[in-house]
Nanobody, 116 residues
Framework: QVQLVESGGGLVQPGGSLRLSCAAS????????MSWYRRAPGKERELVAR????????NYAEFTMGRFTISRDNGKNTVYLQMNSLKPEDTAVYYC?????????WGQGIQVTVSS
């Protein structure tokens, strides 16, 4: 059974930082491209960042503007999203995704709220 479990979300003030983690089980983690998506209230889900298998290339949505960093630890089957300089518009449910060809798995999502 595949499980992706996100952690690290919560409430943070504007300008603050959070680090999201996504622990995977039931898959050969290093084979999978890992991504973070988010869905803000009233908006569609959008890609935040992706890191390909074996920790190679990364790509980011333009709105991250150097504020976010995705990384992975294949030994711990975990992908991270370091988020700095958070803005109120970053408020959303953040989802972890594992993708390999036609196989795609999602976490349950975790709330991030940026507010003073």
């Amino acid at each position: 059974q595949v499980q992706l479990v996100e952690s690290g979300g919560g409430l943070v003030q504007p300008g603050g930082s959070l680090r999201l983690s996504c622990a995977a089980s039931g898959i050969t983690f290093s084979w999978y491209d890992m991504s973070w998506y988010r869905r803000a209230p009233g908006k569609e889900r959008e890609l935040v960042a992706r890191i390909i298998s074996y920790g190679g290339s990364t790509n980011y949505a333009e709105f991250t503007m150097g504020r976010f960093t995705i990384s992975r630890d294949n030994g711990k089957n975990t992908v991270y999203l370091q988020m700095n300089s958070l803005k109120p518009e970053d408020t959303a449910v953040y989802y972890c995704n594992a993708n390999l060809k036609s196989a795609s798995y999602w976490g349950q999502g975790i709330q991030v709220t940026v507010s003073s």
